[in-house]
């Protein structure tokens, strides 16, 4: 509780963020993206529920103080979230003691009952054997099994008591297990089915820690390669898992390969063994696009890719909170852009298309345009307002647009223009 949700640091805790509202409201929009439903339900809330919990409430022994204190910290939630819809996941909110036992921890557990009594799926009729080998799965996991392979959950599932003998009927329960959060099983690696999610965390862990022997890395350039850009090789993975938890990780880590890049933890670099790994890759507060240097562009928030061989085309792409930024830039000596520009719209929104269905989510964005030298991330033309009108007002330069011209060449119609930019908010 003592600690201001608007003004705390992260650094320890988390590289992304540099303050816990950004924290907050990164999870709140993760949540979001699985609601259950658009609209809200006759008590105003959304699904999932949120229950937000703090603790330390035994540091204020007087009322009055610790009533001061609630009131902040509210009035900090609401700074954060403010008006937008994802605020109505929140469902609760408890203040716990520390050190006292009280009928607040009581509140809490019943609360959580309830909140979970209330879902759509609670109530629901499952197969019995699903049950049973949930609970016999269950079991393994409490005695320390952390993973398991296909052939041997089969051999769960043939248990008399269970006597799942398809192996569709098998596959089935796994696909439910997985979407509700039990295990981690995909279909394309049969060898590792994950029991316990906090087990695939704790691999993770092991490649982003800072508390690191560097007597054991035997492949320092590989080690300043990946602090220094993100990158790191097969090997270096390796001798991070065994440095940490022996040969539980590294005996399982060429499906550990696999998993990591289903979930994007880590993107494998074509033909070579090395991998790019997102969340490592450090931010550059001072980017120069137009730089000559043999440096990679290729930056946290920012980066630069060549579009064809000869480097004259670029596409330089930005994000921000709910903002990809994308625009291409041509030094060559031809007047048009082709498809290029189209090409690269049509191939963004298939992979945002892909991503909702992977990981079966609701996402949802609007076009957005700006004039390709003006800032991109205020003062934007919606592409629907844009097709109503022949042409649009820039406030940033004071002048008047042609509508057509600052969408047409993303949206399959050719215009002659040296730079286009396209923003998906």
């Known amino acids: 509780m003592k600690d201001d949700i608007s003004k705390q640091g992260l ?8 303050h816990i509202e950004e924290y907050v409201d990164f999870w709140f929009d993760s949540i979001h993206c699985h609601r259950t439903a658009n609209e809200r339900s006759i008590s105003g809330h959304l699904d999932p529920p949120i229950i937000l919990v703090f603790t330390g409430k035994d540091k204020y022994d007087k009322q009055v103080d610790f009533n001061r204190r609630e009131k902040e910290l509210n009035d900090q939630i609401d700074q954060v979230l403010g008006f937008q819809n994802k605020y109505h996941h929140l469902h609760n909110t408890f203040y716990l003691s520390n050190i006292n036992d009280s009928d607040e921890e009581f509140e809490l557990q019943y609360a959580i009952y309830e909140t979970a009594r209330e879902m759509n799926n609670w109530g629901n009729a499952f197969p019995l054997k699903w049950i049973l080998l949930e609970h016999l799965i269950e079991i393994n996991k409490n005695d320390g099994k952390k993973f398991i392979n296909f052939t041997d959950m089969l051999k769960l599932a043939k248990h008399p008591d269970i ?7 098998l596959l089935l329960f796994l696909r439910f297990q997985h979407n509700v959060g039990n295990i981690i099983f995909f279909e394309n690696i ?22 690191v022997d560097y007597s054991i890395l035997y492949h320092l350039e590989d080690w300043l390669l990946f602090k220094q850009q993100g990158k790191i090789s097969e090997s270096l993975i390796t001798v991070l898992f065994k440095s940490k938890d022996g040969s539980q990780f590294s005996g399982q880590k060429n499906n550990l390969h696999k998993v990591m890049e289903k979930l994007d933890i880590l993107v494998k ?19 120069y696009p137009s ?10 928030g920012i980066c630069m890719f060549d579009i064809d061989r000869s480097g004259c085309e670029k596409i330089l792409v930005t994000l921000s909170t709910d903002t990809i930024a994308l625009q291409v830039v041509s030094f060559s000596e031809k007047k048009e852009f082709g498809s290029t520009c189209s090409d690269i719209y049509s191939e963004v929104k298939r992979l945002i298309e892909e991503i909702i269905v992977r990981y079966k989510v609701k996402i949802y964005f609007q076009l957005h345009f700006k004039c390709s030298d003006g800032y991109y991330y205020k003062d934007t033309f919606e592409f629907e307002n844009l097709t109503r009108t022949n042409e649009c007002f820039c406030v940033e330069h004071k002048k008047v647009h042609q509508s057509e011209q600052m969408y047409s060449l993303w949206m399959k119609k050719e215009v002659c223009f040296k730079t286009a930019s396209v923003y998906i908010a």
């Open 11 to 18: 650094s320890q805790c988390f590289a992304d963020f540099q």
């Open 163 to 169: 006597n799942i003998l398809n192996e569709e009927d």
């Open 190 to 211: 049969r060898d590792l089915i994950i029991l316990s999610p906090q087990w695939l965390a704790d691999t993770f862990r092991c490649l982003v820690s800072d508390r």
């Open 269 to 287: 670099i074509e033909n070579s063994s090395y991998y790019i790994m997102p969340s490592q890759i450090p931010s550059s507060t001072n980017y």
């Open 291 to 300: 730089k000559l240097d043999s440096g990679v562009a290729l930056h946290r």
